[in-house]
T-cell receptor, first 115, second 115 residues
Framework: AQSVTQLGSHVSVSEGALVLLRCNYSSSVPPYLFWYVQYPNQGLQLLLK??????LVKGINGFEAEFKKSETSFHLTKPSAHMSDAAEYFCAVSVSGNQGGKLIFGQGTELSVKP | DGGITQSPKYLFRKEGQNVTLSCEQNLNHDAMYWYRQDPGQGLRLIYY???????QKGDIAEGYSVSREKKESFPLTVTSAQKNPTAFYLC??????????????FGEGSRLTVL
């Protein structure tokens, strides 16, 4: 079975500071991992995904994530936060087996950016 | 532009009434999904469909029903049997449900409030 855990339901940073959102996964098969972003009252938008190629994955809006098998982690980072980064972020893992490409999502982390 | 259209964006319902949420996609995707989002609980899968005229229950299907008569349409009915229907509902699609590496594309969501 697969699962993801996001550490911290709310993270607050100052504008220009490093953003670090934590995600740990559990998977009985090689995982495929995703980060999505959600702005208020909108759907989710894909930031980046790991599909067993390079362990350092670069996404949109300056975000990147590193897959670390030894730590079962896939943390999301951005060197310098911008006010427009304030949103909710979800980590997700793809379900194994013939289950229709389902994703299992973490609880989400709300990112606040202070001026 | 290709995408997923959900309607209505906001919906109010009296207790005991059924309501149907619309989801239409013009991405030519095979698979479609319905997720429910509650604060602090991430996204939970209600139903998914891998192909026309076929669908499977997700983790929280009780009190919901779906149909998939056309490739581009996957409406969700919230029945009076759903005990706590107030939530944000998200429809998604993916190119091919057999691909674990495939990302989900989301609509903008429908917010249902039971009065």
């Amino acid at each position: 079975a697969q699962s993801v855990t996001q550490l911290g339901s709310h993270v607050s940073v100052s504008e220009g500071a490093l953003v670090l959102l934590r995600c740990n996964y559990s998977s009985s098969v090689p995982p495929y991992l995703f980060w999505y972003v959600q702005y208020p009252n909108q759907g989710l938008q894909l930031l980046l995904k790991y599909t067993s190629a390079a362990t350092l994955v670069k996404g949109i809006n300056g975000f990147e994530a590193e897959f670390k098998k030894s730590e079962t982690s896939f943390h999301l980072t951005k060197p310098s936060a911008h006010m427009s980064d304030a949103a909710e972020y979800f980590c997700a893992v793809s379900v194994s087996g013939n289950q229709g490409g389902k994703l299992i999502f973490g609880q989400g982390t709300e990112l606040s950016v202070k001026p | 532009d290709g995408g997923i259209t959900q309607s209505p964006k906001y919906l109010f319902r009296k207790e005991g009434q059924n309501v149907t949420l619309s989801c239409e996609q013009n991405l030519n995707h095979d698979a479609m999904y319905w997720y429910r989002q509650d604060p602090g609980q991430g996204l939970r899968l209600i139903y998914y469909s891998q192909i026309v005229n076929d669908f499977q229950k997700g983790d929280i299907a009780e009190g919901y029903s779906v149909s998939r008569e056309k490739k581009e349409s996957f409406p969700l009915t919230v029945t009076s049997a759903q005990k706590n229907p107030t939530a944000f509902y998200l429809c998604a699609s993916s190119v091919d449900s057999s691909r674990r590496t495939g990302e989900l594309f989301f609509g903008e969501g429908s917010r249902l409030t039971v009065l």
